[in-house]
């Protein structure tokens, strides 16, 4: 009986054993997964995480005059547009870096603006049809997406705005944030040219504005403008 009882005594000390070192292992796994062990951390303008920087990064600076549209721009598109740059010599050199890495990316959705523009022309009311309309929308939307990469260019894109500064050691950092309303309302501050070109062109005003507006929300979807959270 004794050598029963030891045996059991014996048993559910290994249980219990197991039982902690499952426990542990749930701990270190919770931690691993909430990012206790994580190499990054998040910075967060307005409650909403904007981008994760290495642990050893030093924050200088957080644009929190931005923190309204920011929320505003997340709840619209599930996502942020933004870009990193980088530089051994200021913060005005890591923004150059940003911008240049930006246009870079913003060249797909030119492309994708473009095509949905013309499709969206092209189901439009005009006065003219057949081969005039069809020329019409060529040209039309030609004339507008030259006005969208005149606003994307590597020393400037329309609606960037610096939010983050940090530092590694001697390295500078620049995170810039792509507003995607402001490109549209550039291109509607150009109502005129807009009204000249269908008024030319034999399309209505309003019908070259709302293709716009519809290309440009189209065109960030599912492109390379989408952040790597």
Do not use: C
Not at 53 to 63: G, L
Not at 112 to 118: G, P
């Amino acid at each position: 009986m004794k050598f029963r009882k030891a045996q059991a005594d014996s048993t559910t000390i290994i249980i219990v054993g197991a039982g902690a070192l499952l426990a542990v292992a749930a701990i270190f796994g919770i931690l691993a997964f909430t990012g206790f062990f994580s190499p990054l951390k998040p910075v967060n303008v307005g409650g909403v995480t904007v981008a994760q920087v290495p642990k050893e990064a030093v924050i200088e600076w957080v644009n929190e005059t931005q923190s309204k549209r920011i929320k505003e721009v997340y709840k619209k598109y599930g996502r942020l547009i933004t870009e990193t740059g980088e530089s051994a010599l200021d913060y005005e050199a890591a923004r150059v870096d940003a911008i240049g890495k930006l246009a870079e990316r913003l060249k797909v959705f030119v492309e994708r603006f473009t095509e949905y523009a013309k499709a969206g022309l092209a189901n439009s009311a005009t006065t003219v049809s057949g081969k005039e309309k069809q020329e019409a929308v060529e040209k039309i939307s030609t004339e507008i997406s030259r006005m969208v990469q005149k606003m994307i260019t590597r020393t400037n894109v329309v609606g960037a705005v610096e939010i983050v500064h940090y530092r590694i050691g001697d390295r500078y950092y620049n995170i810039v944030l792509l507003d995607p309303e402001s490109i549209y309302q550039a291109i509607k501050a150009q109502e005129d040219v807009i009204q000249e070109l269908a008024k030319k062109y034999g399309a209505q005003a309003e019908a070259v504005f709302d293709a716009t507006r519809k290309a440009l929300d189209e065109a960030y979807k599912g492109t390379p403008l989408e952040n790597n959270q």
